[in-house]
């Protein structure tokens, strides 16, 4: 089974090994039936902490790391 993979960005790098990825994602709503943009955070495993606030990374999902972490960083776009 293929993992997902998002396209975020970095919003908070002041975790230990964690950063929290902003996505956002367009949306129908059901009852308008008009796009409307929304979001979440997600935090995700960065090993080198390479990656500072206002990048743009590439996540895809792994095993549970933590009480919240299930994400890893692949690479910086």
Do not use: C, F
Request: proline fraction near 4%.
């Amino acid at each position: 089974m293929p993992k997902r993979v998002m396209v975020g960005q970095v919003i908070s790098d002041k975790m230990d090994k964690t950063i929290a990825v902003r996505v956002e994602r367009w949306v129908t709503h059901p009852k308008y039936l008009r796009r409307v943009k929304t979001h979440k955070n997600y935090k995700a495993h960065d090993e080198k902490k390479e990656y500072k606030v206002g990048d743009t990374v590439m996540i895809e999902e792994t095993r549970p790391q933590s009480k919240e972490k299930r994400w890893r960083v692949i690479k910086k776009i």
